[in-house]
């Protein structure tokens, strides 16, 4: 299993700022993969991380507007940039076990643009 | 999007009573798992079922994979107050272990 640290867990910011998120694992991972969660609804994949690479990205998310880094194999960051309300929502964080096996997730960070 | 429909959306029982919720998905898949999210925090992974796989069993969940319908079912039996939660299906696809989400099921299970 993977223990999976999240932070911050929850932040409140003005519209056009910029927030960076930290995830933190307690095992060395290949991929880290980073969600987002609108308020009610499931889980969108963002990007996936691999350390050493740039991220890949799913279809209607952009690197200007979601810069991750991966500067070693237990760390990740996302970054929410320019933010507006319609960012509002909880980012999560998840790594996997292995090749076809189980994620496990961070506690997620609430985020709240006013 | 890759990502599956499940219904209900929302699910009101009694304790004591089973709940049954489905899943269905698009493409051909791996593996298919769900999850469990409490109050809108981290997900919790309740039971993975491979492709190959029909049916699964853990204590009193049980769920069931049709890859020709390419949908899935999660049973819980004798449901508790604490089975409260929304219930996610996640596919894993082949080739880089991604997983996409289903939509969600909203259970409440009344005491």
């Known amino acids: 299993s993977a223990v999976i640290s999240q932070k911050p867990s929850r932040d409140i910011c003005q519209r056009g700022t910029s927030l960076t998120i930290q995830c933190q694992v307690d095992?060395?991972?290949?991929?880290m993969f980073w969600y987002r969660q609108q308020p009610g609804q499931s889980l969108t994949l963002i990007a996936t991380?691999?350390?050493?690479?740039?991220?890949?990205?799913e279809s209607g998310f952009v690197i200007d507007k979601f810069p991750i880094s991966r500067p070693n194999l237990t760390f990740s960051t996302l970054t929410v940039s320019n933010m507006s309300p319609e960012d509002s929502s909880i980012y999560l964080c998840?790594?996997?076990?292995?090749?076809?096996?189980?994620?496990?997730f961070g506690q997620g960070t609430r985020l709240t643009v006013v | 999007s890759q990502q599956g429909e499940e219904d209900p959306q929302a699910l009101s029982i009694q304790e004591g009573e089973n709940a049954t919720m489905n899943c269905s998905y698009k493409?051909?898949?791996?593996?298919l798992q769900w999850y469990r999210q409490n109050s809108g925090r981290g997900l919790v992974h309740l039971i993975l079922?491979?492709?190959?796989?029909r049916e699964k069993h853990s204590g009193r969940l049980r769920v069931t994979l049709d890859t020709s319908k390419k949908s899935s079912s999660l049973l819980i039996t004798a449901s508790r107050a604490a089975d409260t939660a929304s219930y996610f299906c996640?596919?894993?696809?082949?080739?880089?272990?991604?997983?996409?989400f289903g939509s969600g099921t909203k259970l409440n299970v009344k005491p």
């Open positions: 991380a691999n350390q050493g690479s740039e991220a890949t990205y």
């Open positions: 095992s060395q991972v290949t991929m």
């Open positions: 079922i491979r492709s190959n796989e």
């Open positions: 996640a596919t894993g696809d082949y080739n880089f272990n991604k997983f996409y």
């Open positions: 998840s790594v996997d076990a292995g090749r076809g096996t189980e994620a496990f």
């Open positions: 493409t051909s898949i791996n593996n």
